[in-house]
Nanobody, 120 residues
Framework: QVQLVESGGGLVQTGGSLNLSCTTS????????MAWHRQAPGKEREFVGQ????????FYADSVKGRFTISRDSSKNTVNLLINSLKPDDTAVYYC?????????????WGQGTQVTVSS
């Protein structure tokens, strides 16, 4: 069973940057993609971006393109989310997710989330 643990959230001022990390363990060989989602207060969870676990290809939601960057460190089984030019609208709980082979959509494992709060 893949386990995901997010870290790096916190309180940041508008315009600042934050780097979130997601560390995976147990059965990472079964992963083909990792993703970040977020859920703001009173809103549904939304997709932020994804990275291929082996090839490293990425794609992002239109709403975050240019400010969010996902990277991976396979040696550390870690996926990172760098957020630049933070806005109050970025305030949310950020979740890491993983997809198993051979699926091509959806996510099978989720972390507990890390809170990001952006002050104006």
């Amino acid at each position: 069973q893949v386990q995901l643990v997010e870290s790096g959230g916190g309180l940041v001022q508008t315009g600042g940057s934050l780097n979130l990390s997601c560390t995976t363990s147990h059965g990472t060989f079964s992963i083909n993609a990792m993703a970040w989602h977020r859920q703001a207060p009173g809103k549904e969870r939304e997709f932020v971006g994804q990275i291929g676990w082996t090839g490293g290809s990425t794609f992002y939601a239109d709403s975050v393109k240019g400010r969010f960057t996902i990277s991976r460190d396979s040696s550390k089984n870690t996926v990172n989310l760098l957020i630049n030019s933070l806005k109050p609208d970025d305030t949310a709980v950020y979740y890491c997710a993983a997809r198993r082979w051979p699926k091509s959509s959806g996510y099978d494992y989720w972390g507990q989330g890390t809170q990001v709060t952006v002050s104006s």
